[in-house]
């Protein structure tokens, strides 16, 4: 079973070279900490930030200088700061390859709750419905059940949706899925976790075929 540092540590090997990425708040804020070297790669936060880099050690923190999450960060050289209107107008145009978010539910067919909970204080959507609208490779952070033990990969989400049919791929504590027309297609297993594991936190349609490999972190 993945922590949340696994989680984004198998996210980072989705990432490519010479890729545009925006990280969600939470685990996606990870994902910035465990790419490759050896390949250039421009995260962008809609706060009107291109070119973050890891997390600042203790100590070495800026504080006028954070993620979408208020986060302090580090940036890299070349990095580029700018106005919110230019910052969604480059996730509103598609100039983004990969969208890493968090969420709290996920149903079968790719659609995305992670703004609102009934009940609870919210401050709104925030930039999260421009990146569901807009990006065309999401992929989601999470874990697979609640503290109470329930699946959230569900057939149909129960919370407010932040997108409908967006979500390419889900990467959790215990397994990574593509998203298909038929529901969840299982691809790889968290270490120390079998399919049953998975099949009984699933709440949605899940698609096993042949041998699920564990993943290699």
Not at 76 to 84: E, I, K, Q
Request: hydrophobic letters at 45%.
């Amino acid at each position: 079973m993945l922590d949340k540092n696994g989680i984004a540590k198998r996210i980072a090997k989705e990432v490519q070279d010479g890729y545009y990425v925006n990280l969600g708040i939470g685990i996606p804020t990870l994902v910035a900490n465990y790419v490759r070297d050896d390949i250039e790669v421009e995260f962008q936060s809609e706060n009107g930030v291109l070119g973050m880099g890891p997390f600042p050690f203790e100590g070495e923190e800026d504080a006028d200088i954070i993620n979408a999450g208020k986060q302090t960060i580090t940036t890299l050289p070349g990095a580029s700061f700018f106005d919110s209107a230019l910052s969604f107008s480059m996730i509103r145009g598609k100039h983004v390859d990969l969208t890493i978010l968090g969420a709290m539910e996920v149903s079968e067919n790719g659609d995305i709750a992670n703004w609102k909970i009934p009940g609870k204080m919210v401050k709104g959507m925030g930039g999260a419905m421009d990146l569901v609208a807009s990006a065309e490779n999401i992929i989601v952070a999470m874990m697979h059940t609640n503290r109470a033990g329930q699946s959230k990969l569900l057939k149909n989400c129960s919370l407010p949706l932040t997108g409908v049919a967006c979500v390419k791929k889900v990467v959790t504590n215990l397994a990574v899925m593509e998203v298909t027309d038929k529901g969840f297609m299982l691809i790889e297993r968290a270490p120390g976790v079998s399919v049953e594991d998975i099949e009984k936190a699933t709440e949605g349609t899940l698609i096993i075929e042949g041998d699920i490999p564990e993943m290699q972190i």
